[in-house]
């Protein structure tokens, strides 16, 4: 037994060894278990598509932290210094303090009461993310959290818009993703709001409505997607597609995420007041509408009566509503569009209306060279995923054509709004190319297969002469597929290379420190903003006032720790109107405004020396507009010759003597800027100045940064009367 071999007489008998065959190997199998570890093909699939989406993550992130390798964690822009500041005083007096903070800094002599003029999502979440790393004993700051949460949210989005295309269109869906930009919170509620449609669920309902709340509370351009989603389900309803589902996803949504939004004071009853948000409120009553009619169909039996019901139900919800939404506008009880919505229907609405928003960088109609720079092939690529999503049309093929076409023309609009564009022309270009390489893909397949079936025995003539000549013709079909799989992954590496690119050089460069290649090929950095708030911190009283141009307000007031006259909420234009209306007038009208706002300071910016055209003499003609819409004693064609802006000695005598002009060319004269040019030549506008010789008699030079690109100025004291 057990193996061992006995003779007849009970003696043992020697075990005889059996010769192997000689195709089995003597080699001992050292692990036994690795055929145990084979994946299936779902496996494999799953350990693909979890290992790209790692690697997807990884880059999204590590592509946002060019500037910090490059320079150092440092925050851009201008409004991020807001959100810095913020922050920063929530989490040293804690979310009481923070939320009826008076801002005496800000807006002087007004001041300015955050709580209720901000969205604080954004603050929220940073000071979150510092609380939970402080309390895992990470020794983090509050400034290098601020810096890591874009990239962080950027990496989020990427995977949540995974999740969006394979709710859209199947599991098997790429994204593609590009240069990975701002959080975009909005798309973490439209998956919500995406799969409580598909399955009707009240938790996946609730869950867009808390998604909804974070977003208002995060960014304000939440009304865009408070119009795009009522518009998205009245298409459905046009087109026939009412049902439960529908319903209890958008009332839940709705009266939920209203009720949560309400809660930011920001906002507050602008859902119930406001013209923007009367889209919403409309398509909500219009679902009571559509329900009632479903429920009062299934009661009547009589085709004819409920068509007569149907008629009068639909005349009288029309006129009852047509009536409180004008009453509603009469009385003034709804607001009416603010002018940054009107500008985004009316391109020319805020240059002629509201010349503040216009000035705006961001606000400016997006170049075709843009959309060329920032999408590359995906330009090519959208059209052919509308093509796909009209092919296979279904709720969720409706929301997602909707949201990209309605994105893609605001982006056109409104530059800024191509961030909002980005997600929905990514996902669209991904079905593209889901749906392309899958058929070529099946088209590369099906070769060894058809040649098998049309070799078997025992058909008929025709069908193996039809089949023959589909065999003749597979190689080239297949040769095909194969090159154009090769080129469609060529030009997807090559998208990808422009991407890292334009991510590296575009968008990576932050506006506070500014960099230029030298005469010999090496960069040269210019620290200037940095230097001249670094002096205003050290050198002026804490108590100094600081009238500079909107665009710096912040910057000055987070580096600078000095009271400024107006910042970037341009909540109020008059204020804004009579900084202008102070750097476009003569220096002794313009000392008797600044004596009035208690300015103890006077910053600028120019670039004259460097070559730097963002400065205040290229932004100058916006002073000028916004301080003549509120004073009309500014006006635009004394700064004018022959409709054209000068500031060489062709430029208009009243250009030549205000005082932005003279705070800026202050001692420029003198100043030989380039080899081969006369003293004064402005290397920004290419031109040598009209004026060499500016005299100031009631404000004297404080400070100038090395490379001339920040100016500061003190006022003088009145002179005595007698």
């Not at 916004?626 to 250009?655: C, Q, S, W």
Request: hydrophobic share 45%.
């Amino acid at each position: 037994m057990g193996g061992k071999h006995e003779s007849a007489n009970g003696l043992k008998a020697p075990i005889s060894t059996p010769t192997p065959p000689a195709h089995v190997s003597l080699r001992p199998d050292f692990f036994p278990n690795l055929k145990s570890l084979k994946l299936k093909t779902k496996q494999q699939e799953l350990l693909l598509r979890v290992t790209t989406l790692c690697l997807v993550y990884l880059l999204a992130f590590i592509i946002r932290l060019f500037s910090v390798l490059r320079y150092e964690s440092m925050i851009h822009e201008f409004d991020p210094y807001f959100n810095y500041r913020t922050t920063l005083f929530l989490t040293r007096h804690g979310f009481y303090e923070f939320w009826n903070w008076f801002d005496s800094e800000s807006w002087y002599p007004l001041g300015r009461i955050i709580g209720g003029t901000l969205y604080p999502g954004l603050m929220v979440t940073a000071a979150f993310l510092y609380w939970v790393l402080r309390f895992l004993r990470f020794a983090v700051n509050i400034k290098d959290v601020c810096v890591l949460t874009a990239p962080f949210f950027a990496s989020n989005t990427t995977l949540v818009a995974y999740f969006f295309g394979k709710e859209i269109w199947d599991s098997g869906c790429r994204h593609r993703r590009g240069r990975p930009h701002r959080h975009l919170p909005w798309v973490h509620l439209a998956v919500g709001r995406r799969v409580a449609v598909n399955t009707g669920s009240l938790a996946w309902a609730l869950g867009s409505a808390f998604g909804y709340f974070y977003m208002v509370s995060a960014w304000g351009g939440y009304v865009f997607i408070i119009n795009l989603v009522p518009l998205y389900v009245l298409v459905l309803l046009i087109t026939g597609r009412y049902s439960m589902r529908l319903y209890v996803a958008y009332c839940t949504m709705y009266v939920l995420g209203m009720l949560l939004a309400m809660q930011i004071r920001f906002v507050g009853f602008q859902h119930v007041q406001s013209g923007e948000h009367m889209a919403a409120m409309g398509v909500f009553f219009l679902m009571q509408v559509f329900y009632f009619l479903d429920w009062v169909k299934h009661l009547l039996s009589d085709t004819k009566l409920f068509q007569d019901f149907l008629r009068i139900t639909v005349t009288c919800a029309v006129s009852v509503g047509g009536l409180a939404l004008g009453v509603g506008m009469a009385s003034g009880f709804i607001s009416p569009w603010t002018g940054r919505f009107y500008s985004l229907l009316d391109p020319t609405y805020a240059k002629d209306h509201i010349p503040i928003i216009a000035s705006v960088s961001e606000h400016q109609p997006t170049a075709w060279s843009s959309f060329m720079f920032d999408y590359h092939i995906l330009l090519f690529l959208f059209p052919a995923g509308l093509y796909f999503c009209f092919k296979r049309l279904s709720d969720a093929t409706i929301f997602i054509v909707m949201y990209g076409l309605t994105s893609l023309y605001f982006a056109g609009v409104m530059v800024r709004l191509i961030l909002v564009a980005t997600p929905a022309v990514c996902l669209i270009s991904a079905i593209a190319v889901s749906a392309t390489v899958k058929n070529l893909t099946t088209l590369v397949r099906t070769k060894s297969k058809v040649i098998h079936t049309g070799s078997s025995k025992g058909t008929a003539s025709a069908k193996t002469s039809a089949k023959a000549s589909l065999d003749q013709s597979l190689p080239f079909q297949r040769n095909g597929a194969i090159a154009l799989l090769v080129g469609a992954f060529y030009l997807l590496s090559r998208y990808a290379t422009h991407c890292t690119w334009v991510t590296s050089e575009a968008y990576s460069s932050p506006s506070i420190v500014l960099a230029a290649r030298g005469a010999h090929g090496g960069r040269v950095i210019f620290d200037d903003y940095r230097e001249a708030y670094f002096w205003l911190r050290q050198n002026t009283p804490p108590d100094a006032k600081v009238m500079s141009w909107w665009d710096y307000g912040y910057q000055i007031t987070a580096m600078g720790n000095r009271t400024v006259i107006v910042d970037n909420n341009t909540w109020n234009n008059t204020h804004i109107a009579t900084v202008g209306r102070a750097m476009s007038s003569y220096e002794d009208e313009a000392y008797e405004i600044m004596h009035s706002l208690d300015v103890d300071y006077v910053l600028v910016v120019f670039g004259g020396v460097t070559g730097y055209s963002s400065d205040d003499i290229n932004k100058f003609l916006w002073m000028v507009r916004i301080g003549g819409g509120v004073f009309p004693v500014i006006k635009e064609p004394d700064y004018l010759v022959n409709g054209e802006f000068r500031v060489d000695k062709g430029a208009a005598p009243k250009m030549l003597n205000c005082l932005m002009y003279k705070l800026c060319y202050y001692r420029f004269g003198e100043l030989t800027t380039e080899y081969g040019k006369p003293p004064g030549y402005d290397r920004a506008r290419g031109v040598e100045i009209g004026n060499k010789d500016v005299k100031l008699e009631y404000l004297e030079e404080a400070f100038t940064t090395s490379n001339w690109i920040v100016r500061i100025y003190k006022v003088k004291p009145p002179s005595n009367r007698w």
